[in-house]
């Protein structure tokens, strides 16, 4: 047998040139968006006023299953791809596991994530359709950084409203986004209507993601040779993250290696969606059979506590109704740091296969995430982003399955990024001064009873 | 001919197996380290109360041309390396030149740069000697970072001095030591006779490297089980850099590309003497002719303005003399924002070699290394370290002469990391706030006349 290596690294002439479309091999394909003012699916037409026209059509198209990179997108991939499948020995090593473990380490590129797959193909097409620049919101700043990187190679305009506890916290981010000529405003802002009236009504407030999301598409949809960009939860952002399944299944195969456990963290969905396209495609086509864990924050946890209903995807509830799994988007999840875990809903294509029963998830605590990053991080050597930490906990978690079994499971999961930037999290960690909130089930039904009503 | 694909990636089992020892192919060898109470070449008993045995052996061997990596070693190097050959395909066609570009990353791992690669066999050494721990200082905070990994992964205790200024000022530095297990303590501190007598000097000092140094030898050689190690400046550290310079090599081997320019930032030399090591053997041998060029901060300037004499390597002249390029280390450089490039001397090889007219040195100004940087981060999409982007600059102006005569040359430079613990040197530089601090000549003339007087 070949001696596994510890990375593997495909080819450039290996590399994915289509990405993979699930919901063209999905049964039941998930549901579409509705405008919330007339309860009917969205049209290509309403969509295209706020998204640009090509992507508008990837996220309406759910029969084609492969469409092609375009050569300009390859060549970007080509600067950070491929990213290297690990094979994590040392964790093995340190768990006395029979388990055979890898990751699909996406961390390895300025922005810190896998973010920058679908930031590059979202800034392509609006660049295509002549468009003069692109706006969106960021959090926790993964997003918005790999937007500004992508801006800044095709010297797109960038505008990002970044939520305002983040701008001042996050002095670091904004200033790699600066770096790449983006412009960084604190949301709620004096630039739109909606930040005016907010500051009005909330002279103090920090902002939220639903006001930053309300500014960022009003700014849009104002200014001409604009659009709104989004970096999850969408059917077009899955599809362009199916680049790292694609790869990592590619270099599975390339060694005859097949997991039997596939893990991902699970916000928006952008990552998980991504990492298990390909394997998911194989067992909805009857062709494999593969074990899909999510795991996602026992503070947010859409998944486990949540409703398969229609809702909002943003708490200002201007954008089109998705239906997914939610806690209902009045819901306010605690601060914890894992912002980019941090949302209410649920990927309309995941939630559709967590439905149909095709994947599992399990909601995990806050300390014991920071207690596998750091694990990990002196084992592996690196520093996981507190996101990643979650896929982390579970893969160990599920390590230590094999170890009682004596079973010698092959174990994927997928690293999203580094925690270089959240090292508030790590200290409050080190100083014992980390919290678990898990919200009460009367917090959760009452937010669940204010969803929007449809037929 | 064959396509140069983006990034060459050796397989493992092209990585060295050896490092390569430089000094054996020196006509003329380095200086030996000066006793500074007697003025005679240190002893392996003299140096070994301070260094592991078996460092103090590579430390003082100028004949070995190859030393075995031991496995241990090549197992940890396996995790973060082999380092990607990066050809600069944007960076060439957004300067319109016909120069090719590539150059050696060194910054894809949490330590964020090449000084993981003295610091694991440096903490291997002292494992193997059965010591319970080591002692360090650190400035910036690469080296200290790059150093705790190693230990975590080596259950090796590791103490960090950290200049106070820095420890307040890059508490996210800090924190990674931590994650890694390290303790950090800034510097002066009470924990060593130096330190509570600077403290009661000087109670309100931000400390300074020279004491810090200080401190870390105190505490190692008063505390049994424990070695000083260092990471830059001594010939054991460009012993095993030379594994950059290897792997370049290799790659540039595999697709028949010979450089023609060789560039490094240069502070206390050790990316540099490790970037050229093989290629530096091959022009001392008379088999191939390579231009070479340090580049060092105009704040800092050891080979462009400085002398070649023994000097002290720490500003508190605890340490052992060493004959090199110096500007005196009574000179305190003004404060930049390349933390790794402010050392008043450089390495006793490089220096060795500089003399002997075998390399080339330009100083730089601080605000053009980053207005490179920020060029540099938006084609190619990786934000360098402020030290790293001093080659980068070098290597835009040679890309641009190559412009101008039509010359096809070949350029290699290394990066040698990445600046996401540097955001504030980069908000500085956006805001218009940085400037630059160029020496006078009499300051330095003043410097220099404090060096000690050796026969």
Not at 106 to 121: P, Q, R, V, Y
Not at 388 to 414: Q, Y
Request: aromatic share 10%.
């Amino acid at each position: 047998m070949t001696e596994i290596p510890y990375k593997i690294y495909l080819e450039e002439n290996e590399m994915p040139t289509s990405w993979y479309n699930l919901r063209a091999d999905m049964i039941n394909k998930p549901a579409p968006l509705l405008n919330p003012a007339t309860g009917k699916p969205m049209t290509a037409a309403e969509l295209g006023g706020v998204f640009c026209d090509e992507l508008v059509a990837q996220e309406l198209d759910d029969t084609t299953a492969y469409i092609a990179i375009p050569e300009e997108i390859r060549s970007f991939y080509k600067m950070y791809r491929p990213s290297p499948l690990v094979r994590a020995y040392c964790l093995e090593e340190k768990l006395q596991t029979p388990a055979k473990i890898y990751y699909k380490f996406e961390g390895n590129n300025t922005s810190g994530s896998h973010k920058l797959n679908s930031a590059i193909a979202q800034a392509y097409y609006a660049k295509k359709q002549g468009l003069k620049g692109v706006t969106t919101e960021t959090g926790a700043g993964q997003w918005g950084t790999a937007l500004s990187m992508a801006c800044a190679y095709l010297g797109l305009d960038c505008r990002v409203y970044m939520v305002k506890i983040s701008y001042e916290q996050k002095p670091f981010r904004r200033e790699v986004m600066r770096t790449y000529g983006a412009s960084v405003t604190p949301s709620p802002s004096m630039n739109t209507e909606v930040g005016k009236k907010i500051l009005a009504e909330h002279p103090g407030t920090t902002g939220s993601l639903g006001c930053a999301i309300s500014e960022a598409v009003e700014d849009a949809v104002t200014h001409e040779g604009y659009r709104y960009v989004l970096g999850s939860v969408l059917n077009q952002v899955l599809l362009h993250q199916s680049v790292i399944g694609l790869e990592a299944k590619a270099a599975m195969d390339k060694y005859g290696i097949k997991p039997d456990i596939i893990i991902g963290c699970a916000g928006g969905g952008s990552n998980l969606g991504g990492l298990i396209s390909p394997f998911m495609g194989e067992k909805l086509r009857g062709e494999a059979d593969y074990r899909f864990i999510a795991v996602e924050p026992a503070s947010c946890p859409s998944f486990t506590r949540g409703v398969f209903a229609y809702d909002f995807c943003d708490t200002g509830m201007i954008c089109p109704l998705a239906k997914m799994y939610t806690i209902g988007s009045s819901y306010i999840p605690a601060p914890n740091h894992a912002g980019g875990l941090r949302f209410h809903g649920m990927s309309p294509v995941l939630s559709q296969l967590y439905h149909d029963k095709y994947m599992e998830a399990v909601a995990v605590k806050q300390t014991d995430v920071f207690e596998a990053a750091e694990y990990f991080a002196r084992c592996e050597g690196i520093l996981p982003a507190p996101e990643s930490s979650h896929a982390i906990l579970a893969a160990i978690n599920e390590a230590k399955k094999c170890k009682e079994t004596g079973e010698e499971k092959t174990i994927l999961f997928g690293l999203t990024g580094t925690g270089y930037f959240d090292m508030v999290a790590y200290e409050k960690f080190h100083d014992g001064d980390m919290t678990n909130y898990i919200p009460t089930d009367e917090e959760l039904q009452a937010s669940i009873a204010r969803l929007p009503k449809v037929d």
